[in-house]
């Protein structure tokens, strides 16, 4: 089955205390960003790549590292989460950069005490 | 960068009614302009999308109008469903190669009542 996935789903942790969200698909896509998600505002984009080893910001960056070793996986780490990171967070991918569908992941629920 | 406002920001129907949502966009140089359903608990999913070639899209229930010179575009549902019951979010991009980026409105919370 065609699919985007994230891991983990819910996540709580405390301020300061690294963390990785895995995100992985399997259709072959070059475009893959990431997303979060908050009442009021939508979505708003993270950072994103448009291939292996190649990545950009977004509007919100600030707070987040992203890396690209592979085609399928697109890991979103914070180095150090603070409070307002608090979220819900979305991994997509579409097959290329230009105006395609974006496929989303299940999203990955964030709380950060 | 793009702006991208959305309203209403909830929306109530009755069973069978009809639906419409609206979003404006600030950049002219937009000619893409997706809207995705969300549903509890889930990622948001394409539904329709038009590009600015095309002033209106029709998929059985659902369609989307563009206004490229108002710079403002609508979701009609008909004869809506229960099942239609979700977060909707407009979107607008330029669509080129290198410059791509999806900018999303807040989000509509439609309520469809038995």
């Known amino acids: 089955e065609a699919q985007v996935t994230q891991n983990p789903r819910y996540l709580i942790t405390v301020t300061g205390k690294k963390l990785t969200v895995t995100c992985s698909q399997n259709?072959?896509?070059?475009?893959m960003s990431w997303y979060r998600q908050d009442p009021g505002l939508g979505l708003r984009q993270i950072y994103y790549s448009m291939n292996v080893e190649v990545t950009d910001k977004g509007d919100v960056p600030e707070g987040y590292k992203v890396s690209r070793k592979e085609k399928r996986n697109f890991p979103l780490i914070l180095e150090s989460p603070s409070p307002n990171q608090t979220s819900l967070y979305f991994c997509?991918?579409?097959?290329?950069?230009?105006?395609?569908?974006?496929?989303f992941g299940p999203g990955t629920r964030l709380t950060v005490l | 960068g793009e702006n991208v406002e959305q309203h209403p920001s909830t929306l109530s129907v009755q069973e069978g009614d009809s639906a419409v949502i609206k979003c404006t966009y600030s950049?002219?140089?937009?000619?893409?302009f997706p809207w995705y359903k969300q549903e509890l608990g889930k990622g948001p999913q394409l539904i329709i999308d038009i590009r600015s070639n095309v002033g209106e899209k029709k998929d059985q229930r659902i369609a989307v109008t563009l206004n490229k010179t108002a710079k403002h575009f609508s979701l009609h549902i008909t004869e809506t469903q229960p099942e239609d019951s979700a977060v909707y979010f407009c979107?607008?991009?330029?669509?080129?190669?290198?410059?791509?980026?999806?900018?999303f409105g807040a989000g509509t919370t439609v309520t469809v009542r038995a």
């Open positions: 259709m072959n896509h070059e475009y």
């Open positions: 997509a991918s579409s097959l290329y950069i230009r105006a395609d569908t974006q496929y």
């Open positions: 979107a607008a991009s330029k669509g080129r190669a290198n410059d791509y980026k999806l900018s």
């Open positions: 950049d002219s140089a937009s000619n893409y």
